[in-house]
């Protein structure tokens, strides 16, 4: 298949892997990884969005990443926060629009300032969708919308029957952004490691060796290419006449 036939997936979803793997292979500390990472993280926006894919999802801290030595994640946090309010011009200049998905509690304030500040001055943009996840966990995402769908059922705004799949992402920290089409994760573990499990049911894995710091466009062609082998059924057949 040629690249001009090739179909662009609306929705690409990274776990950012391999950041320690990369620095430890180089003699360098897991925090220089980390730094590799963010510029890694820059190159794919711009790659992704001159390829017309229309929302990434990015896995930057989970709920988990918390139990990690405590320097390394004041780095993280460092390092996330000053990316975002650095990058927040070439964020608007380029039209995207960015959303954070996770938790607000344990999170300190010049985070969620940034998180905050960034969501506000990006929510006029029109371009690529940015969904953000930091302190974010999948299985913590549903426990929250099941909370609030099982409060408004209590105060009697919702009926219980009426409750579906759509109810469900309806409570998702982002209902605005569509499921997941392809999801990316550098460093080779086959494993979801609990990002957004309810929005991958029906996402094309594409796992890659290479780590996420010397991640380029030229891995993002290939997961795009190889998506376009796939055969998408949702559940369904194919049926060959
Ligand atoms: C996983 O690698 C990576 C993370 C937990 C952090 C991801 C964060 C970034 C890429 C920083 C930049 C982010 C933004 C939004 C600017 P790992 O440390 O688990 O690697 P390992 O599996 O090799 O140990």
Same mark, same amino acid.
């Given at each position: 298949m040629?690249?001009?036939?090739m179909?662009?997936?609306? @929705? ?6 391999g950041?320690g793997?990369?620095? !430890?292979e ?5 925090t220089?990884? @980390?730094?590799?990472?963010r510029?890694a993280?820059q190159?794919?926006?711009r790659?992704?969005d001159?390829?017309?894919?229309? *929302?990434?999802?990015?896995y930057?801290?989970s ?5 990690r ?7 993280l946090?460092?390092?996330i926060e000053?990316a ?7 964020l608007c ?5 960015? *959303?954070w998905?996770?938790?607000?509690e344990?999170l300190?304030?010049p985070?969620?300032?940034a ?11 029109r371009?690529?969708?940015l969904?953000l996840c930091v302190?974010?966990?999948g299985?913590?995402?549903?426990v ?9 059922a209590?105060a ?10 759509e109810?469900?992402?309806? @409570? !998702?920290y ?7 089409d !392809? ?13 957004l499990?309810?929005?991958?049911? *029906?996402?094309?894995f *594409?796992v890659?060796?290479?780590y996420?710091p010397?991640?380029?466009g ?7 290419a ?8 949702f559940?369904? !057949?194919?049926?060959?006449?």
């Open positions: 040629s690249e001009t036939e179909v662009i997936p609306r @929705h690409v979803a990274v776990i950012m892997d950041n793997r990369w620095a !430890l180089r003699g360098l500390k897991r220089e990884g @980390h730094r590799e990472g510029k993280t190159r794919f926006m790659e992704a001159a390829r017309g894919i229309g *929302y990434v999802s990015l930057a801290f709920t988990e990443n918390w139990s030595p405590e320097p390394e994640v004041e780095a946090m460092g390092l000053s975002l309010v650095a990058e927040l011009e070439e200049r380029n039209d995207v629009r960015m *959303y998905s996770g938790r607000r344990g300190p304030a985070m969620l300032r998180l905050d500040g960034a969501v506000a001055a990006t929510a006029d943009n371009g690529m969708v969904n302190n974010y966990g299985q913590i995402e549903i929250d919308a099941t909370k609030e769908i099982a409060r408004k209590v009697g705004e919702l009926d219980v029957e009426e409750i579906g799949p109810t469900v992402q309806q @409570h !998702l982002v209902p605005e952004v569509p499921p997941v !392809l999801l990316i994760r550098p460093g080779g573990d086959l494993r979801i490691s609990n990002f499990l309810w929005q991958t049911a *029906y996402a094309e *594409y890659m060796p290479d996420w010397s991640f380029t030229e891995h993002l062609d290939a997961a795009i190889d998506y376009n082998r796939r055969q998408r059924r559940g369904g !057949l194919v049926l060959v006449e």
